[in-house]
């Protein structure tokens, strides 16, 4: 299975961190307007069992995806898995560290790039270039919003 990781370093609380990235209303907020992402029913804060169906617009069209939250451990720890979608398997772990300037968010993803003629569009070259620009982004967000003294 490949993998993927990101790190991020920003000047605000684990706890605070982890709160925010446990609604999925800030989950939207953190993704690139293009992605359109929309998620359908979703609790206001994740717990572990929850499944989150939502839609994402990638490579041209809108897919279906669910996921499902298999761990929450504040301020420390979410891993989720993905129940339906494109590729077929992804596991994300998103990892809360504290460090001397406030927190790093460390992102682990597993995933196994779908087969068939689907795989030749979503290789596994192009889902890192796709998970780096989608990081990127939400660095950004991210450093804005503890700019602004939203996360502390």
Avoid: W
């Avoid at 925010?20 to 993704?31: G, I």
């Avoid at 939502?54 to 939250?69: D, K, L, M, N």
């Avoid at 504290?98 to 993803?109: C, E, F, H, S």
Wanted: glycine share 6%; net charge negative; with cysteine.
């Amino acid at each position: 299975m490949a993998q993927y990781e990101h790190q991020q370093r920003l000047a605000c609380s684990v706890e605070s961190l982890f709160d925010f990235l446990t609604r999925p209303v800030n989950q939207v907020r953190l993704s690139q307007p293009e992605s359109r992402l929309t998620f359908f029913d979703p609790p206001d804060v994740i717990a572990s069992g929850d499944e989150l169906e939502f839609e994402v617009r990638a490579y041209g069209t809108t897919q279906s995806v669910t996921h499902e939250i298999v761990t929450v451990e504040r301020p420390r720890l979410i891993v989720e898995r993905m129940l339906h979608g494109p590729l077929e398997e992804l596991e994300h772990e998103h990892l809360f560290e504290p460090d001397a300037d406030g927190a790093v968010l460390i992102d682990r993803i597993r995933f196994q790039p779908p087969g068939g003629m689907i795989g030749l569009l979503l290789t596994e070259d192009r889902l890192r270039k796709s998970f780096a620009d989608s990081f990127a982004y939400r660095n950004r967000i991210l450093e804005e919003l503890v700019g602004e003294g939203e996360l502390r």
